[in-house]
């Protein structure tokens, strides 16, 4: 991992803001198919409940992944 010096307000809002757009999207993937949990729509999707869903539910793991990423980093400062 290759390491920066920054300003550490300045990380922080980089971070913060990253998060927010990583909710915004997967709000809005859960919006499109009418769910408000996570959980429900990938277990839906997975289980075919909810027809040509896959996609969006990749997107959705990946978008979780990152956002735990960020959380981690967060909470080691």
């Known amino acids: 991992m290759t390491q920066v010096t920054m ?3 300045l990380a922080e809002d980089l ?4 998060l927010r757009i990583i909710v915004g999207e997967i709000d ?4 499109k198919w009418n769910y ?3 959980q429900g ?4 999707s997975r289980s ?6 896959e996609d969006d539910a990749i997107v959705i793991r990946n978008l979780m ?10 909470k080691n400062w």
């Open 7 to 9: 300003d550490r307000d």
């Open 15 to 18: 971070v913060n803001s990253k």
């Open 65 to 74: 992944d990152d956002k735990e990423e960020l959380l981690e980093i967060k």
């Open 41 to 44: 729509f990938l277990s839906d």
């Open 28 to 31: 809005k993937i859960l919006q």
């Open 36 to 38: 408000k949990s996570i």
């Open 48 to 53: 075919g409940k909810i027809r040509d869903a």
